[in-house]
């Protein structure tokens, strides 16, 4: 008797693991580098408990817009909330779907240890891109959020020319700070979170007084998606306690 009940238990977990693996998917997400950083983190742990598994494809928020526009299919986006609106306005985003997830503020880093420039106030900024050797920020020709606006607030101080000489832009899906790191520029303007993300690099503030800015993510499960239910249950993930606690830890704010 005790040997019969051994083989019906073990049959009873073999059909249970069947029955999982059946139910398990690959979702194709198309992810803004921009929580990069976070979802490293969420993802084996999400992996594990779901058993599905996520195939993610890096860019900016922009660039990955523009191809389901032409297109693409994916099942889960996680962008940049204008970037989310406009698809949705498109239909092409999964009606009931969408949910804000978190949000950062532009700020700006140095190499840590190295001296630490007054940005106090936009002209003390202006000030310091003018002294530094170089800065680094995303290039606004990918779309990226902060590079596009970075752009535009150094046309606003009016040192457009002065700096095109000293400009650095990280490789397509790389970080601002990293420049800092290997000794290319020695000021870099990014997310916050992208910048805590590369070790060696210190925040040293926001962007200050009416520049200051602050950058909204968004998720949504895209319009038909292959595996919609799996998709729908990663989004539902990011706005779970356990992911929030990353993404606080990792530098962002609640949304």
């Known amino acids: 008797m005790g040997r019969t009940i051994r083989r019906l238990a073990a049959i009873a977990v073999f059909l249970l ?18 929580v990069k950083s976070v979802l490293e983190d969420l993802v084996p742990k999400f992996e594990k408990a779901t058993g599905h598994k996520l195939a993610i494809t890096w860019s900016t928020a922009s660039l990955l817009a523009k191809r389901v526009q032409a297109g693409e299919q994916a099942d889960a986006l996680i962008l940049i909330k204008g970037n989310l609106e406009t698809l949705q306005k498109e239909g092409k985003i999964m009606p009931g779907t969408d949910v804000i997830f978190s949000k950062s503020i532009f700020a700006v880093g140095v190499k840590a240890g190295a001296p630490k420039p007054d940005i106090s106030t936009p002209d003390a900024l202006k000030q310091a891109l003018l002294a530094s050797k170089a800065v680094s920020y995303t290039d606004p020709a990918t779309g990226g959020a902060s590079g596009v606006y970075t752009a535009k607030q150094i046309a606003k101080l009016g040192i457009t020319e002065q700096m095109k000489g000293k400009t650095k832009h990280p490789a397509s899906g790389g970080f601002s700070g990293s420049l800092l790191v290997d000794g290319q520029a020695d000021i870099a303007i990014n ?4 910048l805590l ?4 690099v210190e925040v040293i503030g926001p962007l200050p007084g ?7 993510y968004a998720a949504g499960v895209q319009s038909g998606a292959a595996q919609a239910d799996a998709a729908k249950a990663l989004v539902k993930y990011l706005m779970s306690p356990e992911a929030q606690d990353v993404f606080k830890a990792k530098g962002f704010d609640p949304a």
């Open 17 to 34: 693991a069947q029955a999982a693996l059946a139910s398990a998917a690959e979702i194709k997400v198309f992810s803004t580098v921009g």
């Open 191 to 194: 997310s916050k979170p992208e």
């Open 197 to 200: 993300s590369v070790p060696g």
């Open 210 to 216: 009416d520049m200051a800015y602050t950058v909204i």
